[in-house]
T-cell receptor
Framework: QQQVKQSPQSLIVQKGGISIINCAYE??????FPWYQQFPGKGPALLIA???DVSEKKEGRFTISFNKSAKQFSLHIMDSQPGDSATYFC????????????WGAGTKLIIKP | ETGVTQTPRHLVMGMTNKKSLKCEQH?????MYWYKQSAKKPLELMFV???????ENNSVPSRFSPECPNSSHLFLHLHTLQPEDSALYLC????????????FGPGTRLTVT
């Protein structure tokens, strides 16, 4: 119930292509869904986040799509660049559990020049 | 120094050693967290401190002992560790516990021999 399942585990995309990472959850009480980006030797950093009152949120080349009925959300990276190569984590939390983040296992993204 | 800093960055210790990890945040935040990051697994929340009070202890073995002397500093005291405790230990902070963006340090890579 508390798990967040993330796929794929790794992803290789050509420069300029679209990278798509998916996450699924079971707990319908989750109400906050952030994505974090982690570069080697660094800690994760918040990239973009969404709440379930909207179905999509866009920030530059990064878009979160949220499907409440399917209990899924995904990260789309448009015009992927080599500098986007990193590990991406989705997470979820609910306000009545003190917003403790439940994390996905991560996706290692490699953008080939 | 800005953001969240962690020392040491790398640590090798034997199973009978006692060592401590240090985290310092320069962001004026009131909540601090310890996470364990293992390869291909979700981040595991270990401890949460909010305004210097421990609010979460996610069934962490007693060989890990946290200390939060003030809102800017967090320690993780280690003793009698096991090889399976080898991992990247991440410290994070946020304005308060619950629903706020978490800022991560670069982590301490711990190897238990």
């Amino acid at each position: 119930q508390q798990q967040v399942k993330q796929s794929p585990q790794s992803l290789i995309v050509q420069k300029g292509g679209i990278s798509i990472i998916n996450c699924a959850y079971e707990n319908t009480a989750f109400d906050y869904f952030p994505w974090y980006q982690q570069f080697p030797g660094k800690g994760p950093a918040l990239l973009i986040a969404i709440r379930p009152d909207v179905s999509e949120k866009k920030e530059g080349r990064f878009t979160i799509s949220f499907n409440k009925s399917a209990k899924q959300f995904s990260l789309h990276i448009m015009d992927s660049q080599p500098g986007d190569s990193a590990t991406y984590f989705c997470a979820a939390s609910q306000s009545d559990s003190n917003y403790q983040l439940i994390w996905g296992a991560g996706t290692k993204l490699i953008i080939k020049p | 120094e800005t953001g969240v800093t962690q020392t040491p960055r790398h640590l090798v210790m034997g199973m009978t050693n006692k060592k401590s990890l240090k985290c310092e945040q320069h962001l004026g935040h009131n909540a601090m967290y310890w996470y364990k990051q293992s390869a291909k697994k979700p981040l595991e929340l270990m401890f949460v401190y909010n305004f210097k009070e421990q609010t979460e202890n996610n069934s962490v073995p007693s060989r890990f002992s946290p200390e939060c002397p003030n809102s800017s500093h967090l320690f993780l005291h280690l003793h009698t560790l096991q090889p399976e405790d080898s991992a990247l230990y991440l410290c994070a902070s946020s304005l308060q516990a619950g629903g706020y963006e978490q800022y991560f340090g670069p982590g301490t890579r711990l190897t238990v021999t």
